[in-house]
């Protein structure tokens, strides 16, 4: 029995243990304020990735650092500089319980997903999402001459797939009929003959029989005195 409970741990642990969720590339396409396939110029590392293991325990602190991105096709919003500098995250050791990848290098070519932060009047930063940007095999060649706004590439196929949201705009309980928010309606159903459900009947009986079976306690018990 100790044994059969060993390789049932070992069975669900297994799966889990060397891979991150998958990512929602739609939840970070919503997420992302840019999207856009750059290439890699320069690199200024800040700070080295720390990376420890002993016998009971590993640690593990992402390195800092700020890539300059010649941007060559926008793909979700654009603005007008062609180059900039973005602040992103790296791992010397690149694992799968973490979507932090390696350094890119220099003459890298990526889809970049990046977010906006430090906002004033004139300008902000830019911050890579690391999980969402990836790289784009050498096999999926990017074309400058297709239209790829609002898409996502999938890159075990190859294919740039249209972005598409579920998000309700009108909230719980509406829907959006010709860009005005309606309750939804619902319709009752009465289902008749053999596709009624029988646990209603069932539930009836259990309650007569045990009705039945308290007042014949109760009798028995007078009895008895």
Known sequence: MLLILIVLSVTLVIPFADAVPKLDRERAYEKADFIFYGEVLSLDVLSESIQTQDKNSYRETNGKVIYS???HDFIKNSFDDQIIS?????????????????LYKIGDNLVFYVHTFNENESSYDYLIDSAASHKVPSECKYDFSLDYTDKILDIHSCT??????????CGPGTQLVDNICEPIRTTLVKVHGDEASPLPFIGLMILIFGIVGLVAFLIHRREDN
């Open 69 to 71: 991105i010649k941007i």
């Open 160 to 169: 740039w797939e249209k972005i598409t949201t579920d998000e309700n705009v």
């Open 86 to 102: 973005a602040h992103g995250e790296y791992l010397e050791k690149p694992h799968g319980m973490s979507y932090t990848p390696s």
